[in-house]
């Protein structure tokens, strides 16, 4: 009977500083911790990097809506803007790097240039994220196959967790992350497809191969 008594006392004291520490919990605490739930739904166990990065609070963004040149805000006026950060895209055909903002809204991932919206992608049209489980950056953004779309998005990330979590999370598609060993198909458009291998190396490069594919090392 003690035992009993003492099992349920140890619960209830359990349950009361579990109620205390949430109730001491600010809103942007509460949005971390949030997030670093679905990291770790998606990553833990999978990709290279993800230990090292639970130390590191995501931020709300990268960079300020009055960063971005005033044609992309009027183009996109409307849509509440949640996350922006640089990010390299390479090309689909040559592979060639560029450099270019994604920018999230509550709605749609934009990949802009400058005063140019290069590509939109509607989250509920999203078929897949990918990335791979090393420790480079690049995440590929499945599109559909249809005329709006150029192709599936290829793009290197400095902060790939952040940016995959706040991606996923606004799109509501976290069961769409995929982590991927070796190599990955994405679309190029017109129905082509090409081929995308991770490997391990001295210094991390992205180039074309010799039998034409893009290698991450």
Partial sequence: FLMQTSEMLRKICMRNLVRKYCRGLTAERKGQLQQKVVTSAVFSGKKEGYLESLSQPFLETRLKENDLNPKVLQLIRGENIKYVTPVIKYDRNGFKARERLLVLTQSSAYVVEMAKIKQKIE?????GISTSNLSDGIVVIHVPEDNKQKGDVILQCEHIFETVTKLCILANKQSLVKVVKGSLRFRVGSG????????????????KDKTGQLTVV
């Fill in 192 to 207: 082509k497809e090409g081929t995308m291998v991770f490997t391990v190396g001295p210094e991390p490069q992205v180039f």
């Fill in 123 to 127: 989250y509920s049209t999203l078929k």
